[in-house]
């Protein structure tokens, strides 16, 4: 019911600090507003407030450091998608963003409402995990960075406190990655991620020339509670450092395993486990070529 | 004059551009949520939460405090019959004694804002005493437990031909077995469903969306206990219908008129997605058992098959639905011996009824998919097995009727064939396929169908149409007809047929919506046909007028009436082209004259005889025909699948307007490719799972294939200008030959649609197996 419904629009962030620091009403963020007002048609429940942050200028930048660039968390998917830094050297992040939603979508919705959104299947986490990219959180008397990988702890739930917000996401630079992003879903646009699988790898020259393996990240969407990283795919693929078949394989295969997936309206468990592999396998193919 | 060379006709056969397009897409089309009256009230339904139960009491008390509620109206507020079904009087307008589905309405609020409607619409407290549910038709057929007290039986159809079917098939030279299922299939137009009821004249006005106002009017009379003659049905611009908005409207209808009448204020129901997913009726699920035996020459010489339809909780429109079933269950051909069983169930699940193809997509599936079974088995080629077996003139359909005329399937097999590049391709794919490093898999499928036109056997004595025609004195035309756009071109396909028989330019028609206090009722815009139903009933209308306009021409030209040829706003001297009057000038002269412009028109269905005991007779009096052939692709690992091309070669009898016929052909593809590997209407336990459009997937553009569409013109004797129907074949041939072309491509047939990735992998998988199995040994 929206009888009693409050939205409020502070026009700066510190002003959205102090409103969300004394409003008494559970409340949600409105962002882009592509999750929180589709939720909120589905379910008047979901928040008796919404603060307004869309038009606070200062969440919408992206600006580049030393060692990392800091994305505002009201950075449009679109505005993230023009940013030539990323089309340079992060492939997954742009793979995954380009996927989410539809043009109409994408000019709306904001990197931090999919973060805040904590879906399992948000499109732009698995790359941004992959890459170690922590989350700024800052309410009126703190200020916290926490890993993104630490930030969820299940399906629509994360660390962040009532009076808290997501500021930024920091992204370490790492040009010496290669990534690459794929998913299955439903159909080919506007859909809902049934599985995705980000890649991140990074090579050294070995002194007899073969190129080894000097980091891997491997990020899993859709398929357990939150987005996870791969560990032990992972630590698999780094201590055998180069990509036979059979090291390949194994991947893959350990991959399927560490997915915790279930059955639901869009798809099964067996499916989920095994296109992780799948996935996996088809991106070292494509980041091991493209090199 | 006309050289032989140039077209007869000047309108009709051209691509003439949607006349409502403009409207629409500046946003200027009013869709009945567009409207707006003073003191309108809002409409909520409330609805049962279970599948099956009786219900112990209703308490409005709670909903009646709430400040803004106007009215709760349950099943004791009726001031009229507390009964909406269609055909079989089996569905109460809200629930009394029992709810039969998860989803039944038993109560309507309305209050003064839809926020109000919906905030009250969760105050109506209920008490029920739940009870088991019929879920699957094997349940339902045992009758263990019944959803009505009569029994769970909605309707049966047999058809019986020729020799004891057991010992027809003890000749066949090979006889192949297989069951198949099929889902639902939910037709989600953009629009749902909604109208607005204004209390008038001591009587009812409805606006809204629906593809029968006719129905609509019908269902107000009864529930209001008000004669017909007081109830009017003004149509609004539709959003789609897709048979979703032929009977299921009437229920809204009737409810949004019983408040607005007692209340004495207009109201406006409109239904919002979940609810539309959850209530409105679906395609109907069926499990299909099929068994087709073929004699050494390949000619299919025995078929016999047992359906169980899913009807859900009420009869709605299956009886008819499924009629359809019973009569195209053998597909386009020529079969001596049949046996058919086409049995409707009760269910305690939402009710299923009209859905474009009627009951035949689905029954089209399980014959072509058995088809395609026995061509891979015998080695055969798919086009000539199915000309082999083809309906053509003087031969008879399973149900032994007869084709006289208007027959072109066998010309539209040999035009899919080539115009798909089928034999080219099938090498190509061929060739990619036995190369194992391919990521992909390819296969080409088809389909052939016949679909009888109008209502048939059935519903002949629904199956007439009316129009009402006024020239104004300044040459500018109004029409009016009993059909309804609804998004699929029928204001145009018509603006052209009258244009060509008046002789008037298409620019100076003015398409009105329906009305039933102008035409009189003219059936449902259904069974593809529209064209030829409100076609026909314009033409009476014109011919009428244009005789008069030819002698008023002939008068000016100093002419005899034999001499005058009307064309594009000009009735001309046939001798002599420079010597004409416009049709502005002879409007405005029959105005002076005193000559009245203004005619209705009417016409009624050929007869047709059927015996619905035996299954045999005429069940239509013509029937289109089509062949598709699909492309498709599969991913090998990930069991992804893509259906990149569709050729459709279509008889539709005369092509009105060849532009909107392709865009028909490609909507139809759409669908169908929606329907065979995508849709997925998921429930449990009698509950709807997918009840949203990011659950309940249909395809975008990107999903869709490349269309090429074909037509063959065998023209009907009893069409507008030769012309039979097109909307719903567009989609009939297309699940069954995409999941051919999938099964060819995955090398195993598969037996239930929606065709999924999951599932695709999992036989892929399966085979892999046992392959690498094989290699070991
Ligand atoms: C048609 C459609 C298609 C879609 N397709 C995809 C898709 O393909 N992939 C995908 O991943 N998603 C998809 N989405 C979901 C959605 O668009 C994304 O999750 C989007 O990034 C959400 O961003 P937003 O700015 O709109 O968030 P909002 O709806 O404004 O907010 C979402 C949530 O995040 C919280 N939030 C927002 N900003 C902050 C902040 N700064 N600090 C803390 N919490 C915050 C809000 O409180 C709210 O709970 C789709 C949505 C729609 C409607």
Redesign the interface.
Known sequence: ???NFKVLTPASLNEALYVINNIEQPFRFLAGGTDVLVRLK?NPAYAQALVDISKIGELAKIEEHKSTFVIGSGVRHEALLAYGPFIENYNGLIEAVAAIGSPQIRTLATVGGNIGNASPAGDSIGPLMAFDAEVELRSQDSNRIVKLEDFFTGPGKTVLKHNEIITKIILPKSDALKSGWKR?G???????SKVSVTLALGFVKHSNGSDRIADVRIALGAVAPTVIRARKAEKFLLENQTLTKAVIKEACGLVAREARPITD????TE?RS??CG??L??LIEKLACAR | MLTKKQSLYSVVGKKVNRVDAYEKIVGGARYVDDLAFEDMLFAKMVCSTIPSGRIKKIDKSRALKLKGVAGVFTAEDITGLNKIGCVVDDQPLLAKDAVRFAGEPFAVVAAETR?IA??AAGLVDIEYEPLEPVLTVDDSFSEKIKVHPKGNVVCHYKVRKGDNIDEAFGKSFKVYEKTFTINYQEHLYLETQGCVALPENEGITVYGSFQCPFYVQGAVSTALGLPLAKVRILQCVVGGGFGGKEDVPSEYAAKAALLAYVLKKPVKLILDR?QDLMVSSKRHPMKMEYKVGVTKKGKINALKVRVLADSGAYTTLSTVVLFRSSVHFGGPYVIPNVSGDIIGLYTNRVPCGAYRGFGTPQVIYAMESMINIICNDLGLDPFEFRKANALKKGAASITSHKIKESCGLIETIDKARKESEYDRRKKEFDKWNADKSKRTLKGLGVSSIFYGMNLGAKGWFYDKAGSHIQICRDGSVTLCVGNVEMGQGAKTVLAQIASEALGCEIGAINFTNVDTGIVPDSGPTVASRTTVMSGNALLDAANKLRKKLVAAAAESLKIKPNQVMAKLGKYYNIKDSHQFVSFKDLAGKCYLDNVGLSEMGYYVSPKVEYDLQSGQGEPYYVYSYATAVSEVEIDK????LRVNKMTCAHDIGRVINPMLASAQVEGGVAQGVGYAI?E?M?SEKGHI??L?L??Y????T??CPEVKSVFVEDKSKDGPYGAKGLGEPSLMPVVASVVNAVSNAAGHQFEHVPVL??RV??VLSEKNSSEDESEVK
């Open positions: 019911m929206l009888r589905d299955l439903q159909r080919r646009a506007v859909a809902i309206i869009r798809s099964n499916y095994e296109m799948v996935l396998g088809d | 926020e919906e905030e979940a690992k990930t069991g992804e995508m997925n998921v799972k997918t949203g990011s659950t997937v249909i395809p975008t990107k999903d990735p999951e992998w999992e």
